[in-house]
């Protein structure tokens, strides 16, 4: 398909499909926590992507090898791949799915943040910064208030943060090192061949393995290698590679709001006044953070 200029009718439809995705991605890792410890489970995601990945690129015909100068940086990235999901997987065993993806969700703000100091040309506007202030108010406050019901874990809120941090590194990486001349295919590739790697290493450094696993959680745990990992995030690159990128980023503000509903819906989570006020803060925030700016109209002379 040829690249488009704006979000059409089958890009709204699929980013709203992607998002919704995501959103129910934090339920199944809620659940499949009950079977596998968080760490081991995440790095047994990642092996199984590997393999899906790499039948999707020997059908396509891609080229694995990378090129010498992009190899340190793909080592970086999969180091903080491994790191992000480590510190996610965690929060979801120790908090709710409501409190870990409003802080998870928050990772446009840390993006934007990081760009302003590490990529030149993509300042923060006035417009941006009240964006990410609105943002940021969100997060402490989701992280703060301790009152608001559930499991609220001060310890899994705090790995929620440093989960969205490490995501939004993932992104400046990829955008400030040698990454960016390497298909976002090949990216992938090698983030959950190397994150396979590292988190099975460490998994035992986490506690026992195996928890009390039972059908459903196997369901779960195919889930996650086959629909989100290997068809969820192809289909999420393919989307940046067909639209404009600030388009496709302005509907992340959906998943926190369709994690939030998810988990009072399936768990019963108990949604009180702060998660919906760091939510809608949240919300708000990464819309004006991702909001295109007004074309300039020529005045007439």
């Known amino acids: 398909m040829p690249t488009k200029d704006?979000?059409?009718?089958?890009?709204?439809?699929?980013?709203?499909?992607?998002?919704?995705?995501?959103?129910f991605n934090q339920v199944v890792i809620k659940v499949t926590n009950e079977a596998?410890?968080?760490?081991?489970?995440?790095?047994?995601?990642?092996?199984?992507?590997?393999?899906?990945?790499?039948?999707?690129?020997?059908?396509r015909r891609l080229r694995l090898i990378l090129p010498r100068n992009v190899i340190p940086s793909a080592l970086i990235i999969g180091l903080v791949f491994s790191a992000e999901f480590i510190m996610l997987f965690i929060a979801l065993d120790l908090t709710t799915v409501s409190r870990a993806s409003v802080i998870f969700y928050s990772m446009p703000l840390w993006m934007a943040l990081g760009a302003h100091i590490f990529i030149?040309?993509?300042?923060?506007?006035?417009r941006k910064s009240l964006g990410l202030s609105l943002a940021f108010i969100g997060?402490?406050?989701?992280?703060?208030?301790?009152?608001?019901?559930?499991?609220?874990?001060?310890?899994?809120?705090?790995c929620a943060l440093g989960a969205a941090i490490g995501w939004a590194a993932t992104g400046l990486l990829v955008k400030a090192t040698p990454l960016k001349t390497v298909r976002p295919e090949v990216q992938l590739f090698y983030q959950v061949l190397i994150s396979g790697v590292v988190l099975l290493a460490v998994a035992p450094l986490f506690g026992p393995l195996i928890r009390d696993p039972q059908p459903i959680h196997y369901v779960g745990l195919a889930f996650q290698i086959v629909v989100v990992v290997?068809?969820?995030?192809?289909?999420?690159?393919?989307?940046?590679?067909?639209y404009p990128a600030s388009g496709v980023a302005s509907f992340s503000f959906l998943s926190p709001v369709l994690s939030v509903l998810l988990g009072w819906l399936l768990l019963d989570e108990h949604v009180g006044a702060s998660i919906l006020g760091a939510l809608t803060l949240v919300a708000v925030g990464i819309v004006l953070i991702n909001r295109s700016p007004r074309a300039q109209v020529p005045q007439n002379v």
């Open 230 to 242: 290997t068809f969820g995030f192809i289909f999420w690159l393919w989307l940046m590679s067909l």
């Open 139 to 158: 997060v402490a406050w989701a992280i703060i208030d301790r009152g608001d019901g559930g499991e609220a874990s001060l310890l899994g809120d705090l």
């Open 120 to 126: 030149p040309g993509d300042r923060l506007t006035p």
């Open 6 to 23: 704006h979000i059409d009718a089958f890009g709204a439809v699929s980013l709203v499909g992607l998002a919704l995705l995501l959103a």
């Open 36 to 59: 596998f410890q968080p760490v081991f489970f995440a790095g047994a995601r990642s092996a199984g992507a590997v393999v899906c990945i790499l039948l999707w690129m020997k059908w």
